[in-house]
């Protein structure tokens, strides 16, 4: 075989693995969303060699085992990747820092949880815990409900959400009255397990309820308040993500929920409009979804920019270099930026921002007001 | 001696070292705003023991040497100390962090460089470096000054400056002509070299000048261009603090320089208050030490609030918990929180702002402009 000529042929491009351990209806924008990216700065010349984005789909959790994800970040460091984005689910993500230190090979979550991060692993979040119950606290505390009730579940990010959220209580001067862990995974006696905490709590009295999830069963529990006819003023953390969906939606009615979707983020709705124009063919995507692959996509390719040598280690010093990034995601003073041993990216007090579900409708409510 | 009694008697407050390696007018009013915020704390009953902070003077940089302060930090964690605030030089908080993982104790440095960060360090920093850049880059870009030229000094941390500097430019399509590295400590042929940079880069006709400062220098150089080139558009990084005292603003009359003072931040506004109501013989003490100072102080008091066992393990772990605290320096968004592997404060685009000095006053110019 003819030996090949490194220095006359065209450059290979910069492989980079996609651990897409979601559904399709999330990941199929993901891809989408990174290659126009890529597209984009291609065209600004900032970056001449180009991408190859490397898939897997692991069976991840909920309802598979996070081992089948571990599985499939090591099958893509086994095929070269010099950095790895995803996975979306939080448990994955408290489970692959270990793995990515091992292989010294850089990872950026996209869980929301913030114990996602080590010396090989970063994080640009869908959703952030931390935020997110802070500015389900600041809107408790605003509306005036200083005597609550919160049901979770049992992730283990959900835990990371109540740890979270007795310390913005405490600091608020909000007492949590009682709670309720539901199962993770949807289960037949859902109903059932959801009626006998709606009698619970209503013998409290409490002023309104806090909800903490990470899965399907927060839809289910929505629609099941809401059918109740139980009207008491609710919040839930980024699970309210399931409002987005039409065949969840009238059970969101009346609940407010965090989101990174903000209606005066500029760079959020210039690049949906424009990535709009690209999927007619897929079903139409979150605002927020499509804002938080486009940052973790322009935060990952900022780095290998500013990588100094194109190794694993040379991108992890590359993005402990980017700066204030305007951010897709959360208010328009959103930044991303990484620095030596501060890997979380999305970095701002309204990464997290309130929407109401009125009339069917997703309307902006308020931001966080810090205490 | 007669045996006490552990159960009976007063609680010991917790100690918490200083390690203040600035002059008088800086670390006397550290103290003094860590006393106020601890009182404050108290008196809002969220933490009954209270504390006891542990003041060292080590004879640090730019004079001094850096192994004067890392001598002190120890000195402060043989004390006892369960925590170490300070200094506020940025050398000393590069030097520093490897000492504090070899004893094990939290040490949240307050210098600006993005360099200090470690499993055992965290950073509220004075000023930032790592976004100091992109905000004069910001304002370079805004009016359209697109060859620039570009001076610093010999400390360590200048080069960190530079080297975000010439990121944000490349990402900006902004061309640095040239640049000069000026001592880092006053010399007596200082305004020789002053003479010959200016006359070389004069002959390049840039569009404006960009200084990186970390000392006495900075404000020698801003005179000098007032006095030999003042009709050169020009920006300085966080060492326009200068330009607060009365006594030196002239020197930087027609600068534009980052702060990490705005008007427009309630929480600066209402410490601000209360501390002069409380020492009222400090007298004009600058804003932005003050907020800068108060967020520290609370970033370490909740980091002990939060702290599962009052020990140096402890206090780091509480550290990790501390989420939206409303920060006092920088713009009205501008938050402070630490995570595992997330040890940068102060979060969000506004933690420097830009002011002017004009007509002998200090005002407020803007905000960046992400780009």
């Not at chain 1, 399709?24 to 984009?40: G, K, L, N, Y």
């Not at chain 1, 959801?194 to 209503?202: D, I, M, Q, S, Y």
Request: glycine share 10%; charged share 20%.
């Amino acid at each position: 075989m003819a030996r090949r000529d490194q220095y006359q042929e065209q450059a290979d491009p910069v492989k980079i693995g996609l651990l897409l351990d979601n559904p399709a209806r999330h990941t199929d924008h993901a891809e989408r969303i990174f290659e126009f990216v890529a597209e984009q700065y291609a065209a600004s010349k900032r970056f001449e060699r180009g991408f190859e984005f490397v898939k897997v789909y692991p069976w991840g959790p909920p309802a598979g085992f996070i081992q089948n994800t571990i599985d499939g970040f090591h099958q893509l460091c086994d095929q070269g990747v010099i950095a790895v984005i995803g996975g979306n689910h939080a448990d994955d993500c408290i489970a692959l820092p270990k793995h990515a230190d091992k292989r010294k090979v850089p990872f950026m979550g996209m869980g929301a949880t913030a114990q996602g991060m080590s010396e090989w692993a970063f994080s640009i979040c869908w959703s952030s815990i931390p935020h997110d119950v802070y500015t389900v606290a600041s809107w408790l505390k605003k509306n005036g409900h200083k005597n609550i009730v919160m049901t979770w579940d049992r992730a283990d990010h959900a835990l990371e959400n109540i740890l979270h959220f007795r310390n913005a209580c405490a600091r608020a001067g909000i007492q949590i009255l009682a709670d309720e862990r539901f199962p993770q995974i949807v289960v037949p006696n859902r109903e059932e397990i959801f009626g006998r905490a709606v009698e619970r709590f209503k013998a409290i009295k409490p002023d309104a309820l806090a909800h903490f999830g990470t899965g399907p069963m927060s839809s289910h529990w929505a629609g099941h308040v809401t059918r109740s006819g139980w009207n008491i003023p609710r919040v839930m953390n980024d699970a309210f993500h399931g409002a987005t969906r039409p065949q969840m939606a009238e059970g969101f009615e009346g609940w407010v929920g965090t989101t990174m979707w903000d209606d005066d983020n500029m760079v959020g709705a210039n690049f949906y409009d424009a990535y709009m124009e690209r999927c007619a063919d897929l079903p139409v995507p979150s605002h927020e979804m499509v804002g938080m692959y486009r940052d973790t996509v322009t935060a990952m390719i900022e780095g290998v920019i500013l990588a100094p040598i194109l190794t694993p280690d040379g991108v992890r010093r590359g993005l402990e270099m980017v700066q204030m990034v305007p951010a897709a995601c959360g208010g328009p003073r959103t930044c991303i930026g990484f620095s030596p041993h501060a890997h979380r990216g999305l970095q701002g007090a309204d990464v997290m921002v309130l929407r109401r579900m009125t009339g069917g409708k997703l309307v902006m409510e308020d931001r966080i007001e810090m205490f | 001696m007669a045996r006490r009694d552990q159960y009976q008697e007063l609680a010991d407050p917790v100690k918490i070292g200083l390690l203040m390696d600035g002059p008088a007018k800086y670390s006397d009013n550290i103290l003094r705003v860590c006393e106020l915020v601890a009182e404050q704390y108290k008196a809002a009953g969220r933490f009954e023991r209270g504390f006891e902070f542990i003041p060292v003077y080590p004879w640090g940089p730019p004079a001094g040497f850096i192994q004067n302060t890392i001598d002190a930090f120890h000195e402060l964690c043989d004390k006892g100390c369960v925590a170490v605030i300070g200094g506020t030089h940025s050398d000393d908080c590069i030097a520093v962090p490897p000492h504090a993982c070899e004893r094990e104790v939290p040490f949240i440095a307050m210098g600006a460089t993005g360099d200090s960060m470690t499993d055992w360090s965290f950073s509220i920093g004075w000023g930032t470096i790592p976004q100091d850049g992109y905000v004069m880059v910001s304002w370079l870009k805004k009016n359209g000054y697109k060859r620039v030229i570009a001076t610093w000094d010999r400390a360590a941390h200048a080069a960190e400056y530079m080297a975000h500097f010439r990121n944000a430019c490349a990402r900006a399509g902004i061309e640095i002509l040239s640049e000069y590295r000026f001592p880092q400590i006053l010399v007596p042929e200082l305004d020789d070299i002053f003479t010959s940079v200016t006359g070389r880069l004069k002959a390049l006709q840039p569009d404006a000048l960009a200084h990186f400062g970390t000392g006495p220098v900075a404000g020698r150089w801003a005179d000098f261009v007032n006095k030999n080139w003042n009709d050169l558009p020009r920006v300085m990084n966080g060492a326009f603090y200068g330009a607060y005292e009365p006594e030196y603003r002239a020197v930087y009359e027609g600068w534009v320089g980052t702060s990490m003072w705005d008007e427009d931040n309630p929480t600066a506004a209402k410490f601000a208050k209360e501390f002069a109501a409380r020492y009222p013989e400090a007298g004009d003490v600058p804003i932005e030490l003050l907020a800068l100072s108060y967020d520290v102080a609370r970033a370490i008091v909740e980091g002990v609030v939060q702290a599962p066992i009052l020990t140096p393990d402890g206090v780091r772990r509480g550290l990790e918990m501390v989420e939206m605290i409303p920060a006092a320096c920088g713009g009205p968004r501008t938050c402070i929180a630490f995570n595992p592997h997330a040890h940068l404060g102060h979060l969000g685009p506004d933690t420097m702002i830009l002011r002017r000095v004009k007509d002998g006053q200090n005002l407020k110019e803007g905000y960046a402009e992400l780009f």
